[in-house]
Structures are given as structure tokens and as C-alpha cells.
């Protein structure tokens, strides 16, 4: 067949460009994610999300999280067309992708998912577009009822591709061209690689290196700044030979991000032009042996450096106190020299004294400092965090890095103080993601091992760390494939620690990037041991919520609960309660709520119709579900957007009026005239009029 001619790229829509400027303001680095990045684009960077102590939430919130399996959303295709800049190659991959199929061979952090998301939408003109996982067995892979114009397989797994055989592979074309797609497959460059696809499969793969920096810098300046005048005056504005100096071929298309978003703080007066350079990560990992021999001989230096590396962006007590507590658990191991037993004199300062360097001085060692006051809410009061942070971006990523690769009995006294972090806090939380980012750093079969250690302990607040470790490790596509082996068989396992575990995880990155797996592992989880675990039940009805918090995955989710609720049995009480708690939810937040209610207005008898009226026919979960369904009655009163809503179920509901449906509409039948209080009390009528007896049961 012949290729098409390829299109131009078409227009980004103006929310995807408002979007893509709102990323240059979120700037955190290192970050409880590890894998946002800064400008949306930086490997490393976060979304701060305030926590009780000063620290970010206990989630990733979905819109961080890159899918590895399923539809890719519209937002991150926009976001990945704003602002790119068209490498070189990118015609040529286009046309190539006219034969369906398209290998792109470069070198990670040269922009290849970027520039694939782009090749795929501008060759099908469509945003429906899926991700598939990187260790898909494509010789077996079938597009199914999927209605994806476009598949992405980002860092396919080297055994995956060299097991790709030729007839496989004019199979998976033949998929393709049946379903009128096109699929972009990501692979590192290897010999074995290059080879197989040349010998084997015979198809050249497109050699993806990563477009100029300049042009990089360019195209994200001009989405921030459209106007070309504008952009040379904020060019101009900063110092003499700052781009030039910077700007090197080197430079990877996430460290130009990085410039750009510096550019724009100085552009809006958050950065004097003066300090540009101080915060830019490029220098990061070379400072990084630096930075720790010259505070080698200080172990209280020593122990603020690696507090502040894990927990940055906590308030400054949350990393003074973490400091402490590395020194406790290091017993000495911090300090350089030990004082003769019983020699007071050899002692170096007094622990008493409390007049030691000013906070400041201390931060000032370690190259950090206090950020501005910042004020967060919560339901029921206020409080206050002075940040801690590097002045430079990614320098604690940097250090730890160093550590762990160079001092080994550093690397086992920070996992020790790591795996002690108190239980309860959202510190615990980045404790356990710092330890998934050790795994990702670690070589050998035991590379997991710290993290299974803690998912077989006895203690709840273990498994959620463990769960939030598996989650961060779970970013490396060959770790993953180890993850996902230890979760296939401790969903199934008699142990309630790894089958909690195993839950916990498909509510991190791990199940957002890669939901159907989570699906089918908690499905397993609550049905492979008829033990009535509460902690099993809690930790899948967890990670339920945490994957319909994803506006595009809460369609299948609806359709999977629905199917639970229509079986027997854990997977119905599951089912039921994860609703419940979902309607919880939808009454006192205005984005759940709106989403419920566009839902229920839906058709004739949308899903979650169902699912509510079997919530509330399960005797575990109905008290939660009336409940839920009486305060969304009472905000109807007031909401001309909720009050359709209500009513639409009310009328679906009086045509089960029996158990739970009954007892709810004597309640709802009270609150008038609030929305739905007529039909209830006309459908209730109806009943009193034949003289029936309330039946009691399932829906």
C-alpha cells in the first residue's frame, strides 16, 4: 500500500495550551511521584499535594501518571502537542506509519513518547489513542473491541521483541489494518535489537534522536508566549551570554523544558535574571560528590543532606525531626570519629548547648534553603509550612543517587532509617516511594527485596508503604515485569499482609498506569480466600476509589463494578460497598457529583443506576449508600445541576421498591418537597394501596 502524503499538525486546542502555561508554575522537584515532571515535561519533578505534617497527599493523583495500558487520555495528548517541536525524523516516521507499523529506536530522554503520541495523532487525526504494556507478548496481542485509531507500546521489553517472529508480525499489520490503526513501538537501542528487526521482522525502525535545543526552547516559549515581540524582550531581559553558555547540543528535551520554565519565573518576576542559573539541574549530579564530602565530617550536616533529600518540600520541622531520627537510627554510623570511651574532653561540641548554628547556616551547608510560608486548608482548620528545598532542581534526586551507588553501608543505613519512618504520616508515604526509587537503582534478582520485607510484616502502615514502593519501582518497565510476578501470586495468597499489598499497589502509579491488570488482581484479591478478610476488603475498596478519582477510567470501572455486583458472594460486597463510598464522595464534591449526575441522566438505564440500587439492597453496604443518597437530596434542593439527577433515579428506583429501595424512600419521601420526595411518596403510595409487604433482598 501506498503511504499517505502526512498532514499538517493540526490546531491544539486553546485548554490544552492554558494547560501546558499552568505547568510552568508547578516546579517542585524530585516530588512524591518521582516520574511528574517539572513543566509537566522534567523526569522527577511533582504536583505538591499538602498533607497534615507539610508533606504531599498519600496518591498520585491520576493525571500524573503515564498509562501503560489502556486509552491514553485527550489531556495528554494535547499537552504532548503543545509546545513540540518536530525533530527531524518526524516526517519520515510519519509516512512509515502508513504501513501500520512503526519501530522508534533512540535513547531515553530524547522526547521518543512525546514525538510518538504526536506521530499518532497526526496520522490518524483522532485522539483515540491506548497504550499498551511493555512487556505485551505482540505475537499473541489483539486489538480486539478496543476503538483505538492508535496504539503506543512505550519501551517494549528487549525478550518481547526478539521473540517477535515474521509471521507475528504480518499478523499484528494485518490486526491493525482490520481495525483501520496504527501502532508506534518504543524500543532502547541494542545490537540484538537492531539486528532482529532487520534480519527478522525486515522493517528499518526510525532512528529517534532528540530535536535541537534551541528549537526546543523555542516551541515552548511560543505556547507561553505567543506574542514573537514578547519573547525577544524576555529574552533579552536576561543575563549576557546565559543561553549561549546553557544551551548546549547536549542538552536533553526535559533539561530545555526546565530552562524554558525558568525563563518564564524570571519573566514574571518570581526569579531575578541575576539567579536563573542557581536552580537549573544541569549541574546537579556533578555537585553531588562535592556536596557530601564537604559536610563528610558533620554528622548532624550529614543527617540534614539525606533528610532533605527524601523529604523536600516538607515543612522544615518534618525535615529537622527526620534528621534526628537518622541520627538515632545511625548510631554513630554518621560520624566521622568516635570519641574515647569515657574521655569527655574528646567530645566536639556540647549536645546541650543550644545556641548552635542558626537554621539558616545549616541549610546553607547542604545547599538548601527555607521556601515562603505557605497556607493550607483542610475541612476543618488552617495551619502554615515553610518549605525546605535545594536550590538547585534534582540535587537530592542527585545525591541520593551518589549514595547509593558508591557508599554501600550508607545505601543499608538509609533503607533501615526509611523502612522506621512513623507510620500514619504522608512522610511514610515518601519514605515508601524513596525506596522504590532505590529499587530502580539497585541491579540483581534482590533489587525488591527491602520492599518484600515490609509487605510481609504484620502492620498495616508497612503494606502501605510497600504499596507506595512497588507503585514507584513499577516506573522501570523491566522492574515492572518483577512487580507484576509478585503481585500475580500474593493476590491469591493465604497471607492477608501480601494480599492487602497486592491491593494497596493497584492504588499507586502502578494500577493508575496499567488498570486493567488492577482490576483483575483485585478481583483476585477478594475472591481467591473465602476468609472474610476486613483488611483485604478495605485495602481493594482503597484502590477502587483511587482509580475512579481518573475521569476516563470511570466508564469501565462502572462496567466492571456492575459485573462484581451481579455475581455473589465478595466480589457483590465489594462491589456494593466501593459504590457506596463513591456516592459518599459525589455528594459533598462538586466534580464526582457533577459526573455522577451527567451519568444518571444518561439513557435509559445507565449502569450506575444498577450499581446504586444494589448498594443499597446489600445490608453491608446500605447504610452508607442511604445516606450518601440523602444528602445529595438535600444539596438538589439548591442545585438546578444535581436536582435532574435525583429525580431520574428516584423514578428508576420506584420500579424496585422492595428492601433497602423501600426503607430509602420512606426517607426520601420525608424531605419534601426537596427533589424526588414526590415520586418516592407517589410510588410508596401506590404500594399502600395493594396492601404489600415489603420484600426483603438483592435488586
Not at 502509579?509 to 496499567?514: C, D, H, I, S, T
Request: aromatic share 6%.
Amino acid at each position: 500500500m501506498n503511504p499517505p502524503e502526512p498532514a499538517g499538525p493540526p490546531p491544539v486546542p486553546d485548554e490544552a495550551s492554558a494547560a501546558f502555561t499552568q505547568h510552568f508554575h508547578n516546579i517542585n522537584i524530585w516530588g512524591n511521584q518521582g516520574f511528574v515532571s517539572l513543566a509537566g515535561m522534567v523526569r522527577g519533578g511533582q504536583h505538591l499535594r499538602s498533607g497534615p505534617d507539610g508533606g504531599p497527599g498519600d496518591a498520585p493523583p491520576a493525571d500524573t501518571v503515564e498509562r501503560r495500558e489502556g486509552d491514553i487520555s485527550t489531556e495528554r495528548t494535547t499537552a504532548a502537542m503543545s509546545g513540540f517541536a518536530e525533530p527531524a525524523w518526524f516526517p519520515e516516521a510519519l509516512r512509515k506509519l502508513g504501513t501500520r507499523i512503526v519501530f522508534l529506536v533512540g535513547e531515553p530522554g530524547s522526547g521518543r513518547r512525546t514525538a510518538a503520541l504526536n506521530l499518532l495523532q497526526r496520522h490518524t487525526r483522532s485522539f483515540a489513542l491506548r497504550a499498551v504494556d511493555s512487556d505485551a507478548d505482540l505475537a499473541a496481542w489483539s486489538a480486539g473491541g478496543a476503538g483505538a485509531r492508535g496504539y503506543l507500546i512505550d519501551g517494549l521489553l528487549e525478550a518481547r521483541t526478539l521473540a517477535l517472529g515474521s509471521i507475528g508480525f504480518e499478523n499484528l499489520r494485518r490486526q491493525l489494518d482490520r481495525a483501520d490503526a496504527c501502532m508506534v513501538i518504543v524500543i532502547d537501542r541494542t545490537p540484538q535489537v537492531l539486528a532482529h528487526l532487520g534480519d527478522v521482522l525486515h522493517t528499518d525502525p526510525v532512528r529517534a534522536s532528540a530535536p535541537p535545543p534551541r528549537a526546543v526552547l523555542d516551541a515552548k516559549l511560543a505556547t507561553v508566549f505567543p506574542d514573537v515581540e514578547r519573547r525577544r524582550s524576555v529574552l533579552a531581559a536576561l543575563p549576557a551570554g546565559f543561553l549561549d553558555d546553557t544551551m548546549q547540543p547536549s542538552l536533553k528535551p526535559a533539561q530545555v523544558v526546565e530552562i524554558a520554565t525558568e525563563i518564564v519565573r524570571v519573566a514574571e518576576g518570581e526569579v531575578r535574571p541575576e539567579d536563573i542559573g542557581e536552580h537549573l539541574s544541569l549541574n546537579a549530579v556533578d555537585r553531588a560528590p562535592g556536596l557530601l564530602n564537604l559536610v563528610r565530617g558533620n554528622a548532624q550536616d550529614l543527617a540534614l543532606l539525606l533528610a532533605t533529600c527524601v523529604f523536600e518540600h516538607f515543612d522544615h520541622t518534618v525535615v529537622e525531626e527526620e534528621a534526628e531520627r537518622l541520627l538515632t537510627v545511625a548510631d554513630g554510623r554518621l560520624d566521622v570519629t568516635v570519641p574515647e570511651p569515657g574521655d569527655g574532653s574528646a567530645r566536639p561540641f556540647n549536645p546541650g548547648f543550644v545556641f548552635h548554628r542558626s537554621r539558616n547556616e545549616r541549610l546553607a551547608a547542604i545547599g538548601a534553603q527555607r521556601a515562603p510560608r505557605e497556607v493550607h486548608n483542610t475541612s476543618a482548620y488552617s495551619y502554615v509550612t515553610v518549605p525546605v528545598a535545594f536550590t538547585r532542581h534534582l540535587q537530592g534526586r542527585a545525591v541520593l543517587d551518589h549514595v547509593w551507588h558508591e557508599h554501600r553501608e550508607a545505601g543499608e543505613l538509609l533503607v533501615e532509617w526509611l523502612r522506621q519512618t512513623p507510620e500514619g504520616h504522608h512522610r511514610a508515604d515518601r519514605a515508601g516511594f524513596v525506596l522504590g526509587q532505590l529499587a530502580q537503582w539497585s541491579s540483581g534478582h534482590r533489587a525488591l527485596a527491602p520492599i518484600e520485607q515490609l509487605a510481609a510484616s504484620e502492620r498495616p502502615g508497612h503494606w502501605r508503604m510497600a504499596a507506595r514502593a512497588f507503585g514507584a519501582a513499577s516506573a522501570d518497565p523491566v522492574l515492572a515485569t518483577a512487580v507484576k510476578n509478585r503481585l500475580r501470586g500474593w493476590s491469591r495468597a493465604a497471607s492477608e499482609s501480601l494480599r492487602c499489598t497486592a491491593a494497596l499497589t493497584c492504588a499507586t502509579e502502578f494500577g493508575l498506569a496499567r488498570p486493567e491488570l488492577a482490576l483483575n488482581l483485585l478481583h483476585t484479591a477478594v475472591t481467591a480466600r473465602d476468609d472474610g478478610s476486613a483488611a483485604v476488603d478495605s485495602a481493594v475498596r482503597r484502590a477502587l476509589l483511587s482509580l475512579f478519582a481518573e475521569p476516563a477510567l470511570r466508564p469501565r470501572l462502572v462496567d466492571v463494578l456492575l459485573q462484581w455486583s451481579r455475581s455473589a458472594g465478595a466480589s457483590r460486597s465489594a462491589a456494593c460497598a466501593a459504590v457506596a463510598q463513591l456516592l459518599k464522595t459525589a455528594a459533598t464534591t462538586r466534580e464526582p457529583g457533577e459526573w455522577w449526575s451527567a451519568h444518571l441522566l444518561s439513557g435509559d438505564a445507565p449502569a450506575g443506576a444498577e450499581l446504586i440500587r444494589s448498594a443499597l439492597m446489600e445490608p453491608t453496604s446500605f447504610d452508607t449508600a442511604r445516606a450518601a443518597l440523602l444528602e445529595w437530596q438535600r444539596r438538589a434542593t439548591t442545585d438546578p445541576r444535581r436536582a435532574p439527577a435525583v429525580e431520574r433515579l428516584v423514578d428508576g428506583l420506584a420500579r424496585h421498591l422492595r428492601g433497602g429501595v423501600f426503607r430509602l424512600f420512606t426517607d426520601l419521601e420525608r424531605a419534601a418537597p426537596a427533589p424526588g420526595a414526590e415520586r418516592a411518596g407517589l410510588a410508596l403510595a401506590q404500594w399502600r394501596g395493594t396492601g404489600a409487604t415489603p420484600q426483603r433482598g438483592h435488586a
